[in-house]
């Protein structure tokens, strides 16, 4: 058995088992960022996260702009059951109110806007919204 050493530090005897930042936790946190895309119009992210949280807000888009129910059930796959406001749910209002305002529009729904960095870890944040 190998000696008892520091944990989590590179070298001897150090992080064994140190748990990964795996597939599945990334797109868990890139549902709950697109849905709160979708429920609040915008949120604030870092620069590694914007191209695929604005390639999953445009697919959800699009599934609203069909608007049928099978656009729906794929849309419910990747959005969150989160209330929007009351009695309204993230997915009706991603069928309500954001698939008819882009109905004549062809891509290009989100801006990203550069804010700077953040002052605990320096990483650049973006803030993403809806083009109006």
């Known amino acids: 058995m190998a000696a008892q050493g520091r ?8 992080v064994r088992f140190k748990a990964a930042y795996t597939a599945s936790k990334e797109k868990s946190m890139q549902r709950n ?3 709160e895309l979708v429920v609040h119009d915008q949120v604030k992210v ?14 959800l888009v699009t599934l609203a702009k069909r608007g049928d129910l ?5 849309a ?11 009695g309204q749910t993230a997915l009706q209002k991603l069928f309500d109110e954001i698939g008819p305002k ?7 729904y989100t801006r990203a806007i550069k804010l700077g960095n953040r002052k605990g870890d320096d990483a650049e944040v973006v803030l993403v919204s809806w083009v109006d």
């Open 46 to 59: 870092t620069s590694g996260v914007v191209k695929t949280l604005t390639k999953n807000a445009a697919k």
């Open 33 to 35: 960022v697109v849905t």
């Open 102 to 108: 882009f109905k004549s529009r062809n891509g290009g």
């Open 70 to 74: 099978s656009a729906r059930r794929q």
């Open 7 to 14: 944990k989590n530090v590179h070298g001897k005897t150090g």
């Open 76 to 86: 419910a796959r990747l959005l969150r059951d989160v209330d929007a406001k009351e």
